[in-house]
């Protein structure tokens, strides 16, 4: 019903950047947060970035200053720019959207496939 697709990932030196994107496609009839995750080998996922409707953004502590959440004017895409990276924030990264769909009184959340970042020291 909902799919979630994420690009950008790739290999980086310390140092460098990377745009991820991740386009929600289906029978959507709104989207509320959208957001950003990483898992690590060996470590849970944890929330790297979440952006609301109306713009307001999140950051994990390990991230703020040097990424940056945003979402197009359709609300239906959603980008994490990622500066100044640290072999740290090497991860699969995915992403997430609380959607509500046509015909559907509740909204639920559905999660990309992942993309994977690796930063190179």
């Known amino acids: 019903q909902v799919q979630l697709v994420e690009s950008g990932g790739g290999l980086v030196q310390a140092g460098g950047s990377l745009r991820l994107s991740c386009v929600a496609s289906?029978?959507?009839?709104?989207?509320?947060?959208m957001g950003w995750y990483r898992q690590a080998p060996g470590k849970q996922r944890e929330l790297v970035a979440t952006?609301?409707?109306?713009?307001?953004?999140n950051y994990a502590d390990s991230v703020k200053g040097r990424f940056t959440i945003s979402r197009d004017n359709a609300k239906t895409t959603v980008y994490l720019q990622m500066n100044s990276l640290k072999p740290e924030d090497t991860a699969v990264y995915y992403c997430?959207?609380?959607?509500?769909?046509?015909?559907?009184?509740?909204?639920?959340?559905?999660w990309g496939q992942g993309t994977q970042v690796t930063v190179s020291s």
């Open positions: 997430n959207a609380d959607v509500k769909l046509f015909g559907i009184p509740v909204s639920e959340v559905y």
């Open positions: 289906g029978s959507i009839f709104r989207i509320n947060a």
């Open positions: 952006i609301t409707s109306s713009s307001s953004t």
